[in-house]
């Protein structure tokens, strides 16, 4: 893989025949590198770098995510998507670069009562009920019980107070380890495929949901491997093979991708980013396909 | 530490453990059990006048024994579970010390444990009219120090397992050779001196000669408090070295 010296705005270096797309896809505020800091930013990454053994698990990655609005992360299976959520997260070791999240160094203790974090696989205790897992996750953070009910409620499981958590549903097992970042009323919540498995009628409610705490002023990163979901967000970091391909707006790839499909418009983009490179452009095109019944990780 | 984080975990693993009855019912009735067999096992010894019952010493060390195992078990299981399931990560992006989550478990744990020796002490007094010259109170207290130290080593000993099939495994090596060395198969200064010398590190042993102290003597000896300051300094060794392994940020 060839060295590339500098990247601090991840699409137009990687990418030069579409350097005023990913510019714009930006938030405003956030456009020039050298505005006031981070005024506005909740996350703001620089030259993050991760190895894992030999491999590099994320390579030179740059970004900044405003407050307030739905940052999708989208990229194929092994692309490094969870990597990054836990970085941002601060519980992944780096290997060097900077990541600020509200401020602070990415996992600063001070984060902890801001920043939520729902891994892929649903991480709640089986043996508790419904209640009790969320009221002991609520506890961490001095929430009360009507807290824990209304979270509970937020994700529609109300009618399940005092089930085993692990004699519910795949899709509802999700939804309790949702509801235990939720009852912390994080201001940053970062969540890792949120939507798999669930079906569609569910999906669109969590996706309303979302946008729906977002309004409220809360900043979510999502992130997701079906790009059909890419819609609903308000900006996107494509990631592919370790790699930020791009941040945009969905409209912009939609754009630059020439079609409204946005699954063909990211692999058009990563086609399009391989001619740039010396490498064999369409050789394993395929492998950005997002298959979308896929189940998750379990 | 914080109050109000530990006591939430404690009652957290309370909860878990309410959810499983079979598991309780194991922890309540198994010694008690155990103790009728060693108690049948030495029904028909014929001693001379004077001497006590194999029984009374057999049966008493089992009291601090049982503890100890179960919890030993219990918890590396438990606490396997915790780091496999995801939720200890969780837990540990949220502001909850270490020392709350260590102690939270320690404390459920503990009163599971004084729950199992008050039940198996009862049973040996009145049941099988266990003779000991000291206060049957010590026992009990013996016993829950015991599972304390039950609890450190197994958090201590999760973090080497990766399965709950090696977690069990541990216990032929951490386990079994404390049971082996603590005095109750051979006395111990009639062992050879490089397994007395062993059995002087392992903790097991002061708990051991804690109860050969309250069966020995009506009032509480000194020797009986140095042995559970040392169980006491071997159960926080535990706890801390445990919490170094309770890593924020992994690989």
């Known amino acids: ?298 | 530490m914080n109050w109000r984080m530990m006591w939430a975990t404690n009652v957290r693993v309370l909860q878990q453990l309410k959810g499983d009855p079979r598991s309780i019912g194991l922890i309540v009735v198994v010694p008690s059990v155990l103790l009728a067999v060693v108690y049948w096992l030495y029904q028909n010894e014929t001693l001379p006048p004077g001497v006590p019952r194999t029984f009374d010493r057999v049966g008493l060390m089992m009291l601090a024994i049982f503890p100890f195992v179960v919890m030993f078990l219990v918890t590396s299981i438990t606490m396997l579970r915790e780091r496999t399931s995801g939720t200890l990560e969780r837990l540990l992006s949220t502001p909850i010390h270490k020392g709350d989550l260590l102690f939270g478990y320690a404390l459920a744990f503990s009163l599971m444990a004084a729950l199992q020796s008050v039940v198996a002490t009862g049973v040996a007094y009145w049941v099988f009219g266990m003779d000991i010259r000291g206060n049957a109170g010590w026992v009990v207290l013996v016993a829950v120090v015991n599972s304390v130290l039950g609890v450190a080593l197994g958090l201590l000993c999760s973090a080497f397992a990766t399965t709950e099939f090696q977690a069990v495994q541990f216990m032929p090596v951490v386990v079994i050779p404390q049971i082996l060395l603590c005095g109750l198969f051979v006395a111990r200064d009639q062992m050879n001196s490089v397994l007395e010398a062993i059995s002087n590190v392992l903790p097991l042993t002061y708990s051991v000669d804690a109860l050969q102290q309250i069966a020995g003597h009506a009032k509480a000896t000194g020797t009986m408090g140095t042995d559970l300051v040392v169980v006491a300094c071997f159960v926080v060794a535990g706890l801390l070295l445990a919490s170094l392994t309770l890593r924020r940020r992994t690989a």
């Open chain 1, 1 to 298: 893989m060839s060295h590339r010296a500098e990247m601090p705005v991840p699409g137009p270096a990687v990418h030069p025949p579409v350097p005023a797309a990913a510019a714009r896809g930006r938030a405003p505020g956030t456009l020039s590198a050298a505005s006031a800091d981070t005024v506005g930013d909740s996350v703001a990454v620089e030259h993050l770098l991760v190895h894992r053994g030999k491999a590099d698990v994320l390579q030179d990655i740059s970004f900044r995510i405003p407050a307030g609005r739905i940052t999708g992360l989208l990229g194929p299976s092994g692309s490094g998507k969870t990597t990054l959520i836990r970085a941002l997260v601060g519980v992944q070791r780096i290997t060097s670069g900077q990541v600020q999240v509200l401020g602070l160094p990415a996992g600063d203790p001070a984060l902890r009562h801001d920043v939520g974090y729902v891994t892929q696989a649903p991480s709640v205790y089986r043996d508790l009920n419904v209640l009790d897992n969320v009221r002991y996750f609520g506890a961490m953070h001095g929430r009360s019980r009507a807290d824990a009910l209304e979270a509970v409620a937020a994700v529609g499981l109300d009618g399940f107070l005092r089930r085993r958590a692990g004699d519910l549903s795949g899709g509802q097992f999700n939804r309790v380890s949702l509801a235990c970042a939720l009852v912390a009323k994080p201001k940053l919540l970062f969540l890792d495929e949120p939507t798999v498995g669930l079906d569609p009628v569910l999906r669109a409610d969590l996706w309303a949901q979302f946008a729906q705490m977002a309004a409220g002023g809360t900043t979510l990163v999502i992130s997701s491997h079906v790009m059909e979901e890419a819609g609903h967000c308000d900006s996107l970091l494509l990631l592919r093979e370790a790699r930020l391909l791009a941040q945009l707006t969905p409209a912009e790839l939609r754009r630059r991708g020439g079609t409204d499909d946005l699954e063909l418009a990211f692999l058009r983009l990563i086609q399009a980013g391989e001619g740039n490179q010396a490498g064999p452009a369409l050789a394993d095109a395929d492998a950005a396909g997002t298959p979308k019944g896929r189940g998750g990780k379990r």
